[in-house]
């Protein structure tokens, strides 16, 4: 219940083309929906994130889809980069909670070649 | 603003020894929450503190622990290593209030 699932492990992309991170929920009570960056060497960056009363929310080239009733949620990239390689995880918290504890899926590593 | 400020960055260690690291927060921020990242096992949330207490704790050995000072700065404890508590470990600062948390660079513990 606590899990948050993330596909694929690994990604390969063109430069300019749209790379897309998918992640699944089962715990309905997880109302907030964080996407991280990691550069090797640093830590996660918050990238951009999502509450469950919109279905999409874009900053830039990055744009989170979210799917309530599916429990799903991905992020697409728009016009890839070279400088976009890195891992990328998604992560889920209960706000409610009042605790700031995130459960991250497993991590994309994404490769944007030029 | 600086950001969240994690010493040392690395660290070798013997098992059986302990350590202890440190996570100066966000200035304002109140909640300290500590991850465990290892390849096999990804981010893993060990514990958050906020305003000296305790408020979460995530499914690790009493082995790791951490207290949180008045100033809001973090120490996390492990004590007797192990040779799988070889990682990278990472604290976040948020406000307390808000869900947004922000990273350290990381201190990477190896234990040999």
């Known amino acids: 219940q606590q899990q948050v699932k993330q596909s694929p492990q690994s990604l390969i992309v063109q430069k300019g083309g749209i790379s897309i991170i998918n992640c699944a929920y089962e715990?309905?009570?997880?109302?907030?929906f964080p996407w991280y960056q990691q550069f090797p060497g640093k830590g996660p960056a918050l990238l951009i994130a999502?509450?469950?009363?919109?279905s999409e929310k874009k900053e830039g080239r990055f744009t989170i889809s979210f799917n309530k009733s599916a429990k799903q949620f991905s992020l697409h990239i728009m016009d890839s980069q070279p400088g976009d390689s890195a891992t990328y995880f998604c992560?889920?918290?209960?706000?409610?909670?009042?605790?700031?504890?995130?459960?991250f899926g497993q991590g994309t590593t994404l490769q944007v070649k030029p | 603003k600086a950001g969240v400020t994690q010493t040392p960055r690395y660290l070798i260690k013997t098992r059986g020894q302990q350590v202890t690291l440190s996570c100066s927060p966000i200035?304002?921020?109140?909640?300290v929450s500590w991850y465990q990242q290892t390849p096999g096992q990804g981010l893993q949330f060990l514990f958050e503190?906020?305003?000296?207490?305790?408020?979460n704790k995530g499914n690790f050995p009493g082995r790791f622990s951490g207290r949180q000072f008045s100033n809001s700065r973090s120490e996390m404890n492990v004590s007797t290593l192990e040779l799988g508590d070889s990682a990278l470990y990472l604290c976040?600062?948020?406000?307390?209030?808000?869900?947004?948390?922000?990273f350290g660079q990381g201190t990477r513990l190896t234990v040999v």
């Open positions: 976040a600062s948020s406000s307390g209030m808000s869900t947004e948390a922000f």
């Open positions: 715990n309905t009570a997880f109302d907030y």
């Open positions: 999502i509450r469950p009363d919109v």
């Open positions: 992560a889920a918290s209960i706000s409610s909670s009042n605790t700031g504890k995130l459960i």
């Open positions: 200035s304002g921020h109140r909640s």
């Open positions: 503190y906020f305003s000296e207490t305790q408020r």
